[in-house]
């Protein structure tokens, strides 16, 4: 998806995001080689066929420990796409065992498992974990997970689990390549057979060496044509192990999927189709094979310069473990293209649209999977955000009970001299943004851009209210609200400065929006110790976390609006010690912050953006929910 407006660049953030992520593979591959592994409950002598399944990066790992299974220890294993094994599982399964991978465990990776005692024994791979699966909105999640492990199933965990926020992923395939590999050890040993040899230093030297690699093969070539030329070229059963690498480029680069060609087949029909068009083949190869290089060079003969390139990528690696290098290869021949084309993955064509498909293993009615179009057409998305709809639109959505408005608060007020002005605004449309995402009956009105913020006009820039006015902007955009037929408004701010004068005027806004259920959410003090509880799962205290401008709140624009923020200008702030946050900012920040930053920005990450988001939301729609059970009470604060 290009982008050619002038102004900040859209497809930043997303690849900022990734580029953060393939540096981190190395470190992520030896914590995920230092977690203990299960031992193998069953014997594996006995069982018929091991039957592995997944979808999207996920079904990688699945052809891969069947090939490793198969190829390198000779017992009988073969990869089957979900839809084989849904809605009933195969007459053999009493003596199979079923092995599906899923990294966060979506709706579809889900359908084989709804029978896990119809299985002679059920392991699933994923990145989910129990805390993970407690979370409010994962209750699907917690129920598999319970269910599975009631049948006597086995969960084996692999790293990370909260990768979101990009369409492509780079972490959860390159980890899940080693769980593969981990669990045909396992299984080979417990049947007896030689264990597979792995130098987890040698596949890390190769990951760290392949951007040279990549930059050496693709010197002085257009990259912004390159995704609809590529083919591969592999040998053998490793053509078999090539899905993710292909998928890289579907969902990557937002290209067609790129073919896979044997060597030998490639004189029939891939040649010819190929010979008057532009191509670029990859070579994806292994050190010293004598019999790749000759066809390699039979091959090259064929080609047309003028029109053909051949980019060969010789592994290190030795056998199935090439999959490593050749993975880490494409990373960044991915993140070349993703510069070139100016692609987008936070904002992909088609997001929030494939739910009648990606759903199809979370609509089920007593075991039956919902199939017709009738059916999956109730759970098509609908836009819910106000500035993005029609009137017609959202007369519709009104008719059909969507009458909750959701009104966030921002701010115009300094964050530093690394974060801009707007950045409480930007976070207060995502909060409500996701917010609606998870109660379908909510809309998500524009944030207020302007609010209370006397506590940083020592700063220049920052523009503010008067707490009547402020109550005077929000009796009137209720009073619109309600006009146009919604039924509740649930308040909320992105800016801590705004909750005080909030908290002073939800009467006069509770008389104001009558007949209207009005719900407030001014709980500070919770919401500030569960973000400081995010951000010690990363290794960051609370006085880095912060109060204003820390790593927190760095971390989230980061991922959102990534070109906005002044990585050159991150600096520590306040960091002290406090029991009372709220004297450091009263009267004047300035005063105890001179840089305007409470916390310390630098430990910040994009990729940790959706999770500290998903904590903040979780706290809006517990607040909500717990409000609408409590009859009476419109303003809900945590005690």
């Given at each position: 998806?290009?982008?050619?407006?002038?102004?900040?660049?859209?497809?930043?953030?997303?690849?900022?995001?990734l580029?953060?992520?393939?540096?981190?593979?190395?470190?992520?591959?030896?914590?995920?080689?230092?977690?203990?592994?299960?031992?193998?409950?069953?014997?594996?002598?006995?069982?018929?066929c091991f039957?592995?399944?997944?979808?999207?990066?996920?079904?990688?790992?699945?052809?891969?420990?069947?090939?490793?299974?198969?190829?390198?220890?000779?017992?009988?294993?073969?990869?089957?796409?979900?839809?084989?094994?849904a809605?009933?599982?195969?007459?053999?399964?009493?003596?199979?065992?079923?092995?599906?991978?899923?990294?966060?465990?979506?709706?579809?990776?889900?359908?084989?498992?709804?029978?896990?005692?119809?299985?002679?024994?059920?392991?699933?791979?994923?990145?989910v974990?129990e805390?993970?699966?407690?979370?409010?909105g994962?209750?699907?999640?917690?129920?598999?997970?319970?269910r599975?492990?009631?049948?006597?199933?086995?969960?084996?965990?692999?790293?990370?689990?909260?990768?979101?926020?990009?369409?492509?992923?780079?972490?959860?395939?390159?980890?899940?390549?080693?769980?593969?590999?981990?669990?045909?050890?396992?299984?080979?040993?417990?049947?007896?057979l030689?264990?597979?040899?792995?130098?987890?230093d040698?596949?890390?030297?190769?990951?760290?060496?392949?951007?040279a690699v990549?930059?050496?093969?693709?010197?002085?070539?257009?990259?912004?044509?390159?995704?609809?030329?590529?083919?591969?070229?592999?040998?053998?059963?490793y053509?078999?192990?090539?899905?993710?690498?292909?998928?890289?480029?579907?969902?990557?680069?937002?290209?067609?999927?790129?073919?896979?060609?044997?060597?030998l087949?490639f004189?029939?029909?891939?040649?010819?189709?190929?010979?008057?068009?532009?191509?670029?083949?990859?070579?994806?190869?292994?050190?010293g094979?004598?019999?790749?290089?000759?066809?390699?060079?039979?091959?090259?003969?064929?080609?047309?310069?003028?029109?053909?390139?051949?980019?060969?990528?010789?592994s290190?690696?030795?056998?199935?473990?090439?999959?490593?290098?050749?993975?880490?290869?494409?990373?960044?021949?991915?993140?070349?293209?993703?510069?070139?084309?100016?692609?987008?993955?936070?904002?992909?064509?088609?997001?929030?649209?494939?739910?009648?498909?990606?759903?199809?293993g979370?609509?089920?009615?007593?075991?039956?999977?919902?199939?017709?179009?009738?059916?999956?057409?109730?759970?098509?998305?609908?836009?819910?955000?106000?500035?993005?709809?029609?009137?017609?639109?959202?007369?519709?959505?009104?008719?059909?009970?969507?009458?909750?408005?959701?009104?966030?608060?921002?701010?115009?007020?300094?964050?530093?001299?690394?974060?801009?002005f707007?950045?409480?605004?930007?976070?207060?449309?995502?909060?409500?943004?996701?917010?609606?995402?998870?109660?379908?009956?909510?809309?998500?009105?524009?944030?207020?851009?302007?609010?209370?913020?006397?506590?940083?006009?020592?700063?220049?820039?920052?523009?503010?209210?008067?707490?009547?006015?402020?109550?005077?902007?929000l009796?009137?955009?209720?009073?619109?609200?309600?006009?146009?037929?919604?039924?509740?408004?649930?308040?909320?701010?992105?800016?801590?400065?705004?909750?005080?004068?909030?908290?002073?005027?939800?009467?006069?806004?509770?008389?104001?929006?009558?007949?209207?259920?009005?719900?407030?959410?001014?709980?500070?003090?919770?919401?500030t110790?569960?973000?400081?509880?995010?951000?010690?799962?990363?290794?960051?205290?609370?006085?880095?976390?912060?109060?204003?401008?820390?790593?927190?709140?760095?971390?989230?624009?980061?991922?959102?609006?990534?070109?906005?923020?002044?990585l050159?200008?991150?600096?520590?702030?306040?960091?002290k010690?406090?029991?009372?946050?709220?004297?450091?900012?009263?009267?004047?920040?300035?005063?105890?912050?001179?840089?305007?930053?409470?916390?310390?920005?630098r430990?910040?990450?994009?990729?940790?953006?959706?999770?500290?988001?998903?904590?903040?939301?979780?706290?809006?729609?517990?607040?909500?929910?717990?409000?609408l059970?409590?009859?009476?009470?419109?303003t809900?604060?945590?005690?």
């Amino acid at each position: 998806m290009s982008e050619s407006a002038p102004g900040p660049s859209p497809w930043r953030a997303g690849y900022d995001v990734l580029q953060e992520r393939v540096r981190r593979l190395p470190s992520l591959l030896r914590a995920q080689a230092a977690s203990p592994m299960a031992p193998v409950r069953f014997d594996p002598r006995s069982v018929r066929c091991f039957v592995t399944s997944g979808v999207g990066s996920s079904e990688a790992h699945a052809r891969y420990l069947a090939s490793l299974l198969s190829e390198e220890m000779g017992l009988p294993a073969r990869f089957v796409p979900l839809s084989a094994l849904a809605p009933v599982a195969p007459r053999t399964a009493s003596r199979d065992v079923l092995i599906v991978f899923s990294q966060g465990l979506s709706p579809n990776a889900r359908l084989p498992l709804a029978a896990p005692k119809a299985w002679h024994h059920v392991v699933l791979a994923t990145a989910v974990t129990e805390a993970g699966a407690a979370r409010p909105g994962q209750e699907s999640k917690r129920e598999l997970l319970e269910r599975l492990r009631e049948a006597g199933g086995q969960v084996v965990r692999f790293l990370p689990e909260d990768e979101y926020t990009t369409l492509v992923r780079v972490l959860g395939p390159m980890a899940g390549y080693l769980c593969a590999l981990r669990m045909a050890q396992a299984i080979g040993e417990r049947a007896g057979l030689a264990s597979l040899s792995v130098d987890l230093d040698a596949i890390c030297s190769r990951i760290d060496q392949a951007e040279a690699v990549v930059e050496a093969g693709f010197v002085g070539r257009d990259l912004s044509t390159l995704p609809g030329e590529l083919a591969f070229l592999a040998s053998g059963a490793y053509g078999e192990l090539t899905a993710n690498l292909r998928y890289k480029v579907l969902e990557g680069m937002l290209a067609p999927l790129p073919p896979v060609w044997d060597w030998l087949h490639f004189a029939h029909g891939p040649f010819q189709q190929s010979h008057d068009q532009r191509a670029v083949f990859i070579a994806l190869t292994h050190e010293g094979e004598p019999r790749e290089t000759g066809w390699l060079s039979r091959l090259e003969t064929m080609l047309v310069p003028e029109r053909h390139a051949l980019v060969r990528w010789e592994s290190r690696l030795p056998g199935p473990l090439a999959i490593f290098e050749h993975e880490a290869l494409l990373n960044h021949l991915m993140l070349r293209v993703i510069e070139a084309r100016r692609i987008d993955q936070v904002r992909w064509p088609g997001r929030g649209l494939d739910g009648p498909i990606y759903d199809v293993g979370a609509e089920t009615s007593g075991g039956r999977v919902l199939g017709t179009v009738g059916e999956t057409r109730k759970k098509k998305p609908t836009e819910r955000r106000l500035d993005r709809l029609t009137w017609p639109e959202l007369e519709q959505l009104l008719a059909s009970g969507v009458r909750t408005a959701v009104l966030p608060l921002g701010a115009v007020e300094q964050h530093g001299a690394h974060l801009p002005f707007a950045a409480d605004t930007w976070i207060a449309d995502a909060l409500a943004e996701r917010f609606c995402a998870r109660v379908e009956e909510a809309i998500a009105c524009p944030a207020l851009p302007v609010g209370c913020s006397t506590e940083h006009m020592a700063f220049p820039g920052t523009l503010s209210l008067r707490t009547g006015t402020l109550r005077a902007v929000l009796e009137d955009l209720l009073a619109s609200c309600r006009q146009h037929g919604f039924e509740r408004a649930f308040l909320f701010s992105g800016h801590g400065g705004n909750e005080g004068p909030l908290a002073e005027c939800i009467g006069a806004l509770r008389e104001a929006s009558a007949p209207m259920e009005l719900i407030v959410f001014t709980d500070l003090a919770r919401l500030t110790h569960l973000s400081h509880g995010a951000s010690q799962e990363h290794g960051v205290g609370p006085e880095c976390s912060g109060y204003h401008a820390g790593e927190f709140e760095t971390s989230i624009l980061r991922g959102l609006r990534s070109e906005t923020v002044r990585l050159d200008r991150l600096e520590p702030g306040f960091v002290k010690p406090t029991d009372r946050p709220s004297e450091l900012f009263y009267p004047s920040l300035r005063v105890n912050a001179p840089n305007g930053t409470v916390g310390d920005p630098r430990p910040s990450a994009p990729e940790r953006a959706e999770r500290y988001l998903e904590v903040w939301v979780d706290v809006l729609v517990g607040a909500y929910r717990a409000a609408l059970t409590r009859e009476g009470q419109r303003t809900f604060h945590w005690e």
